[in-house]
């Protein structure tokens, strides 16, 4: 399975992009999917998760300004991303595994967790 997102881009703060993610192959019915970013300097967090029973979570600092959402089907996976902030800025990578793990489908589920990675869309915000 190949991921590949496409959307990210240069804008102001407070605009808005989409990512999007699709895959190159079907995984399994009971799956956990996933959108993270990487600063320069920093870590890989998760932004957003979403668990094969339909529950989706949020990285804090995303609430109310990120959407995670899909046309039914798994992929395309989309980030809306609104109110866009400076801190935003960083890689958006798209990952997926096959197991929802029971519930922690979660943001604080760290990268080793996840199988299958996209090589990433650059999100840049301006001040």
């Known amino acids: 399975v190949e991921l590949v997102e496409s959307g990210g881009g240069s804008v102001q703060a407070g605009g808005s992009l989409r990512l999007s993610c699709i895959s190159s192959?079907?995984?399994?019915?009971?799956?956990?999917m996933a959108w993270f970013r990487q600063a320069p300097g920093k870590e890989r967090e998760g932004v957003a998760t979403?668990?094969?029973?339909?529950?989706?979570s949020y990285l804090g600092s995303v609430k109310g300004r990120f959407t995670l959402f899909t046309d039914g089907a798994k992929y395309p996976l989309y980030l809306q991303m609104n109110m866009l902030k400076s801190e935003d800025t960083g890689m958006y990578y798209c990952?997926?595994?096959?197991?929802?793990?029971?519930?922690?489908?979660?943001?604080?589920?760290?990268?080793?967790?996840?199988?299958?990675w996209g090589r990433g869309t650059q999100v840049t915000v301006s001040a």
């Open positions: 979403l668990a094969s029973d339909g529950r989706i």
């Open positions: 192959g079907d995984i399994n019915k009971d799956y956990c």
């Open positions: 990952a997926a595994d096959e197991s929802s793990r029971g519930g922690l489908c979660v943001t604080s589920a760290g990268p080793d967790e996840y199988v299958y």
